[in-house]
């Protein structure tokens, strides 16, 4: 199994790294759609490995992408730190935050992921009032752009679509090497019976609060990057539900289980609503996302990438 | 001081019997199927979209569109009980998404066929002020304050008393032991929906000739429905009622020693206070160990 | 010549509503141009930003690569502003009415332009409670970008003049304004309540206030308040209520322009138009204007459309406008009006004003 | 060495360890026997971590165990059964060896996993889904099976040989016997059986409603009356 | 009154019974033992309904049940008493018993029922109120069989009752079956127990690795050879 998809996996590093910039890189639209799926990607991956490594639901995702993208932004603005800096300082920032939520560990399925969400309400209010700091509801605007490393500028598209790609990338393999590790093992284990895996050694909390600290970092990169990208940031957008709704449609939509399928299906979300759906129907577009949704649990509950697959086996035999 | 404080307290009391209203059918389903409607706050929208075209098409008022909205939002409750019965895999997490992909659908139908207007009722009868001593509200909020009890009141006999509410609750526990005794999954969680959809019908209507509504609005619904739900303890119809009176007397009173812009922070942290003490809502019980 | 011009608005989303509503103005604009102009044509291209700074930067760029050769539309300061950044970037025109935040024009950008600001609003406001000679206010508003913005002027404003002004902020998401309409009753006991929100909230507090009765006045609001349809779908609630407001109800199109408008209007939508369309159709008619005088001389694509708007001074639906080097509408004040009889009067200021005020007022 | 110091655990109104003192490990196996709902189980979970207890006190080794996590009594040498299995989701039978055995024992040994599925018979099934593929009496084989994984001093074995056919029945004590022999494992196991239990253990202690009524050899217990009453409902020995 | 011929059922791609044929007649009890794993329970629950069979059939009163959902068999006068705790463990333990009474033509001998159930087992009453999810092994196995018992079955089919009960309830159980068949109700007996078991059963059916490889009048068993069967695996 593993030894099949190192050719696949290759062969779509090629692709994204090679063919997109030099066949997509100069229409902007198209690459702008490309990135902010890759954004959602990287969310959607974050959720992902909470989900299935965590065995936690969460429906406050936004949380972590708020707070990384205020840290970074402020680190920036405010600190006058480098972008390369503010981009991991956003993951740290987010993850000081999950610091907040350890708490909620103990708390489990519905309760766990709307106690996630009370907190991306309350950073949210925070963001709105502590304007001091925040600058408010009138939020941030000329957060500077991603910088140009020895002559290569990132902050046009092509650049930064590199710079988010690089990011997921880096990501996706962090999650697969702890999913293969005994660790990996471990917490995909107390999904079923908590009290099972700890009689027998494990320390669930420390593990499911390091998943909960690598979750928030992940994602907080992501909203670090999509402040330098569009500049711009205010509490509404920053802690945006829609930072956890496409996410988590994109993760289960590309089978969550799954480590490069949460990244696949924002990509196909995301190009599929844009490009395609948009067109047909400008405003309310999103009712074919939605029946597409429908229709791909109905069809094929695992997601997408075990449907490829299916497909893939079916025409082999 | 005191007068505010009163004020306050009523105004929560009611408030808290409007959110009770829009959580019960969420409660209900998630009570007793383990699914999250997530598409409930669409239904409830839905409901009082139905009431405002029976108002501004057809004159009726809102008492009289109540039948119309348990039409629609009765068959719109089929629809996603049908859809969620289709799934054969990992049905808590894959209703949810369903659920959400069936909301997303109702908001952009409702969008594309009301358009995006702020609506609420016209009928002033139902805004005219209900004075007792000190003690300010609409007749709407006295009104649908008390249906939204009895309609609680029922639910709670419902469950808890009569065959089917045991048959629910006995699939929602253990689903091939709950068919040994002759129960029907299928059937008993179609009526669940239905239910569920009456009880939107009624929360659609209220919030109709109390608030106003927008095409975007059902998300905040569901996530003010869900949160309830959890503050109640799952599957508990007196802790629903509990959990939105502590939820809106908290809020109100938020606004009047502090400020209305920490209102919704003040619930939230409310929320978070319960659960780090009782970590499986205000009445859930605790399963027993090993 | 046809001329591809992009509108870029929420269409979806939390601001839909007023995005249509804007993109109904930019429609009409384009039909009476096409129609008065015989030498040149244009076309709209709608994009839906979706209400997200996101998707309006992609939103522009979609335009940007179907060929536009200025971009009108936007609303809410904070999508505008990385629109209008993209847009910049891009050497396109962006002309709005839908973000009033100072930030937007303090940016130096050379290609975005507006007819509305902050500032308009408020000596609209502030002209109007010192003709009532209010001395005390309550202002409540949203926590909302643009409404923060305005209260908290117009609160500094009163407070410098010596009128006790409480500010009571609240948070977008609540629904039940009685409790912070008793404070205002019970605490403030002020002449006049000055709201600062959206459709929503002015209906909530409205009923709060009709079923609390504090012993105000003046009931003053800002923007979507005296407007035709809230007197019609709230007819018990907007009695002697103010708002801002362009024209009065029914509206009296003196000029050919108005005309054109309005009768464009209501063939096109078959309804009333409201001061959103007006607002889109004078935003977009002088955006229009300017590709013309471009086209004619041949500067269309070499910036001459931000050449041609830094030399517009025209009469229109607002009032008279002019452009400064930051983009700004320096001319731009805002207007008042009052629900009368299930009509809207002009009554502020004097030389527009279309009827007497009623003060004090309130509507029960 | 495990000592039960007055231990009580209160459900409620309902005291389910009534002040319970008790010595096991050190050897020896030590049968627990009792009605149903005598508060057997219960003992295994608050020895264990599950269940706080109400009062009393536990030391293992001569420590006090009574705030350590669960999972630290697991490293501690306690391991533990369940009476309803709970396999390891998503796994298959050995990976929830290797899992008990990572975080049980600190190292991963295959060599003794695979001594291990073929003492507990489950070889054959090492790759199914532990969750979803095996019989009732399969799935306690693999509760014992990562119980062991984890190098246990101490075992707490809840009624793992209940259901199991008499051959089946017979080869698992033969391994609990060898068990105890090769490694010096002390344990405690529940068992409503008296044969078994008189075969297989050097004591027997007998709680019922949540006390201790009895503490001894298999011949001394089994022959005290109070017990027989309590245990086996008949008047005569 | 239930014949099973050339039954095949498994669990997806897994086959676990191959071409088990038997029979219960009526009034008497019918004895199937058999290693663990044999596939005992499997073959209940396909009678049962609750995994489909792939290919033979299961007659009730010489009908074929043919396609028979599960929750119409409790209305047939067929109950399944199941394995381990698949009672409903968030209700409490009077709700379960009532809702043993489901079926409609039960549901006003409800409280009756609930009577009889207490007065077999009194641990019960003593835990009526507590939430079935907190019972102790033993006590879940009694409610289990006492929930069974609420809708007056005329066929009962039971998974190995006695797991996990102490001595005294064993007795107590086997008292209770022997009632049961006294007052002519038919019941298929899955049990580890094969004594008591065989001693009270009518026939004996001995099932290996998803055939059954044994059947007999109770009366010609002889234990010896039964164990040594067990053996030859
Ligand atoms: N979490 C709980 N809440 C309430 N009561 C409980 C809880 N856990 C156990 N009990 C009760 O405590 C008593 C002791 O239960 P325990 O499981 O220890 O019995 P046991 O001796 O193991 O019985 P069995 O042999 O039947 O397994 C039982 O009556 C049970 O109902
Ligand atoms: N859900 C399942 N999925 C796949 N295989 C299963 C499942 N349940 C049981 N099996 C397999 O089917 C075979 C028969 O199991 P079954 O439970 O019918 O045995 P049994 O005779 O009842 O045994 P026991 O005496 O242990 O209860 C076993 O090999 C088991 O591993
Ligand atoms: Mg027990
Ligand atoms: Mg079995």
């Given at each position: 199994m593993k030894q099949r998809l190192k050719p696949g996996f290759i062969a779509l590093a090629a692709l994204a790294y090679i063919v997109v910039p030099l066949t997509l890189g100069t229409n902007n639209y198209v690459m702008s759609v490309i990135i902010a799926s890759l954004v959602i990607g990287c969310v959607a991956l974050s959720w992902a490995l909470l989900g299935n490594l965590g065995g936690m639901i969460s429906f406050g995702h936004s949380a972590f992408f708020g707070v990384g993208a205020y840290a970074s932004a402020l680190a920036t603005t405010t600190l006058g730190l480098p972008v390369a800096a503010g981009l991991p300082l956003g993951g740290l920032g987010a993850a000081a935050a999950s610091l907040a939520m350890l708490?909620?560990?103990r708390l489990r399925g519905p309760y766990f992921a709307l106690a996630i969400l009370a907190y991306a309400h309350i950073f949210r209010i925070i963001a709105t009032e502590w304007s001091s700091v925040t600058r408010g509801a009138a939020g941030i605007s000329g957060i500077p752009a991603l910088p140009v490393v020895l002559g290569h500028d990132f902050s046009g598209k092509t650049g930064a679509y590199l710079v988010i790609l690089t990011i997921v990338t880096l990501f996706g393999l962090a999650y697969t090497l702890i999913n293969r590790s005994h660790h990996g093992l471990a917490l995909r284990a107390m999904h079923g019976s908590e009290d099972a895996t700890r009689v027998i050694g494990v320390n669930s909390t420390l593990l499911k609060g390091a998943m909960l600290l690598v979750s928030a970092f992940m994602a907080g990169v992501a909203g670090a990057f999509n402040a330098h990208y569009i500049n711009f940031l205010d509490p509404d957008y920053a802690f945006n539900g829609l930072w956890v709704t496409l996410p988590i449609v994109a993760a289960i939509f590309g089978?969550?289980?799954?480590?490069?399928g949460p990244v696949l299906g924002a990509v196909f979300v995301s190009l599929a609503d844009q490009l395609v759906f948009k067109e047909l129907l400008p405003t309310g577009h999103q009712l074919v996302l939605g029946a597409l949704l429908v229709a791909m649990i109905m069809l094929s509950p695992g997601g997408l990438l075990p449907l490829l697959r299916s497909l893939g086996s079916g025409r082999h035999a | 001081m005191t007068e505010l404080i009163l004020q306050a307290l009523y105004s929560g009391l009611l408030q808290g019997g409007s959110y009770a209203l829009i959580a019960l059918g969420l409660a209900l389903v998630f009570g007793t199927m383990k699914i999250i409607n997530l598409a409930h706050g669409e239904l409830v929208l839905l409901a009082a979209y139905v009431a405002y075209t029976a108002e501004s098409q057809l004159g009726w008022g809102p008492v009289a569109a109540i039948p119309l909205a348990l039409l629609a939002t009765g068959m719109a409750a089929v629809g996603v009980h049908w859809t969620v019965g289709r799934i054969k895999q990992d049905r808590e997490i894959n209703s949810l998404l369903l659920t959400f992909g069936i909301g997303v659908i109702l908001t952009n139908a409702i969008l594309l066929t009301w358009k995006a207007d702020v609506r609420s009722t016209s009928s002033s009868w139902l805004q005219e002020a209900f004075v007792v001593g000190p003690l300010y509200s609409m007749r709407s909020e006295i009104i649908f304050f008390a249906v939204s009890l009895a309609l609680l009141a029922a639910l709670w006999w419902w469950l808890s008393s009569s065959w089917y509410g045991r048959a629910l609750r006995a699939v929602s526990s253990n689903r091939d032991a709950a068919k040994l005794m002759g129960i029907n999954p299928g059937r008993v969680e179609l009526v669940s929906f239905v239910v569920a959809g009456i009880l939107a019908a009624f929360a659609g209507v209220a919030l109709f000739s109390y608030g106003v509504i927008q095409p975007a609005y059902g998300g905040a619904l569901t996530v003010k429905a869900f949160i309830i739900t959890v503050l109640a303890g799952v599957g508990s119809i007196p802790g629903v009622l509990l959990g939105a009176v502590l939820l809106g007397v908290c809020e109100a009173l938020t606004v009047t020693l502090a400020s209305s812009s920490l209102q919704e922070l003040a619930g939230m942290t409310l929320f978070l206070l319960v659960l780090f003490v009782l970590p499986n809502g205000l009445f859930g019980a605790v399963a027993r160990r090993g | 010549e046809e001329f591809l011009v992009g509108a870029e608005l929420p269409m979806s989303g939390a601001l839909a509503r007023v995005g249509s509503g804007m993109h109904e103005g930019v429609m009409v604009a384009a039909e009476v141009f096409n129609r008065n102009n015989g030498k040149h044509k244009v076309k709209i291209l709608t994009v839906d930003d979706e209400s997200t700074p996101a998707k309006a930067i992609a939103a522009v760029e979609k335009l940007a690569s179907q060929g536009v050769v200025a971009i009108t539309g936007g609303y809410g300061s904070n999508n505008i502003a990385p629109a209008s950044d993209a847009a910049n970037k891009l050497k396109l025109v962006y002309m709005t009415s839908g973000g009033v935040d100072d930030s937007l024009v303090s940016?130096?950008?050379?290609?975005f332009f507006r007819i509305n600001n902050t500032a308009g609003y408020e000596r609209a406001v502030l002209g109007l409670l010192d003709e009532m000679g209010a001395k005390s206010v309550s202002i409540v508003y949203s926590t909302k970008d643009a409404t923060s913005d305005l209260a908290v002027s117009v609160q500094k404003a009163l407070a410098s003049k010596g009128v006790k002004a409480e500010a009571h902020s609240f948070d977008?998401?609540?629904?039940?304004f009685k409790p912070i309409i008793n404070k205002v009753k019970l605490q403030d006991k002020s002449e006049v309540l000055l709201m600062v929100g959206y459709e929503n909230d002015y209906v909530g507090i409205l009923r709060a206030a009709r079923v609390l009765k504090p012993s105000l006045k003046a009931l003053v609001g800002v923007w979507s308040l005296a407007t035709p349809k809230m007197a019609a779908e709230f007819p018990d609630l907007m009695p002697n209520v103010y708002g801002t407001a362009l024209l009065p109800f029914p509206a009296t199109f003196e000029t050919a322009d108005g005309k054109a408008f309005a009768d464009t209007y209501r063939q096109l939508y078959k309804k009333e138009p409201d001061y959103l369309g007006q607002f889109g159709y004078v935003q977009a008619s002088l955006l229009f204007d300017a590709i013309a005088r471009a086209a004619d001389k041949g500067t269309v694509r070499k910036g001459g459309i931000a050449d041609e708007l830094r030399k517009t001074d025209r009469g229109t639906l607002i009032g008279r406008v002019q452009f400064a080097a930051n983009g700004d509408n320096p001319n731009f004040v805002h207007r008042m009006g009052q629900h009368q009889d299930k009509k809207i009067a002009i009554v502020w200021p004097k030389e527009h004003a279309t009827g007497k005020m009623a003060y004090p007022a309130v509507p029960w | 060495m495990l000592e039960l110091d007055q231990l009580s655990v209160r459900f409620g109104g309902l005291m389910a360890l009534d002040g319970v003192s008790l010595k096991a490990g050190g050897g020896d196996v030590l049968g627990l026997v009792g009605p149903n709902g005598a508060g057997k189980t219960t003992l295994f979970n608050a020895i264990s971590g599950l269940v706080k207890p109400t009062g009393g006190g536990i030391r293992f080794e001569g420590r006090d165990v009574l705030r350590t996590p669960m999972h630290g009594r697991a490293r501690l040498g306690i391991g533990r059964t369940f009476q309803i299995p709970q396999p390891l989701h998503q796994l298959t039978v050995r990976e929830n060896l290797v899992v008990a055995q990572r975080f049980g024992a600190g190292k991963v040994d295959r060599a003794r996993l695979d001594d291990i599925l073929d003492f507990t018979g489950l070889a054959a099934k090492a790759e199914s889904d532990a969750a979803t593929g095996l019989a009732l009496t399969e799935l306690k084989a693999l509760e014992v099976a990562k119980a062991l994984a984890t190098e246990p001093r101490l075992l707490l074995l809840d009624e793992v040989l209940a259901g199991l056919e008499t051959t089946g029945k017979r080869r698992f004590m033969a391994m609990l016997g060898e068990l105890h022999r090769r490694y010096g494992v002390g344990i405690v196991i529940i068992e409503h059986d008296i044969d078994t239990i008189s075969t297989l253990c050097h004591r027997v202690a007998v709680l019922n409603f949540g006390q201790l009524i009895a503490d001894g050899t298999p011949d001394e217990v089994f022959r005290d009356p109070a017990v027989i009453k309590s245990y086996t409902g008949a008047d005569h020995a | 009154m239930l014949e099973v011929e050339g039954l095949r059922a498994g669990y997806g791609a897994i086959n676990v019974l191959w071409d088990v044929s038997l029979a219960a007649q009526p009034g008497r009890l019918t004895a199937i033992i058999g290693p663990n794993g044999a596939g005992k329970t499997t073959l209940l629950r396909a009678i049962m309904g609750l995994i489909p069979a792939t290919s033979g059939q299961v007659r009730l009163h010489g009908a074929p049940l043919g396609g028979t959902p599960t929750w119409d068999m409790a209305a047939a006068g067929v109950a399944m008493i199941p394995e381990g705790r698949m009672i409903f463990r968030d209700m409490s333990v009077e709700e379960n018993l009532i809702v043993g009474a489901f079926p409609a033509a039960h549901r006003a001998h409800a409280r009756e029922r609930l009577e009889a159930s207490y007065a077999m087992f009194p641990r019960l009453r003593e835990r009526r109120?507590?939430?079935?999810?907190?019972?102790s092994g033993g006590e879940a196995q009694m409610l289990a069989l006492a929930r069974g018992l609420m809708s007056d079955p005329r066929l009962l089919i039971v998974d190995e009752p006695s797991l996990g009960l102490a001595p005294v309830m064993v007795t107590e159980l086997f008292d209770i079956l022997a009632r049961l068949k006294r007052e002519g109700r038919t019941i298929v007996l899955v049990e580890q127990n094969t004594e008591r078991a065989v001693a009270i059963a009518d026939h004996v059916y001995l099932m290996q690795t998803g055939k059954v490889v044994l059947s007999q009048p109770a009366d010609q068993v002889s234990l010896p050879d039964l164990h040594r069967l067990y053996f030859s695996r």
């Open positions: 708490p909620v560990l089978g969550y289980r799954t480590i490069a | - | 940016r130096g950008s050379r290609n977008p998401a609540i629904t039940d | - | 109120r507590q939430l079935a999810g907190a019972l």
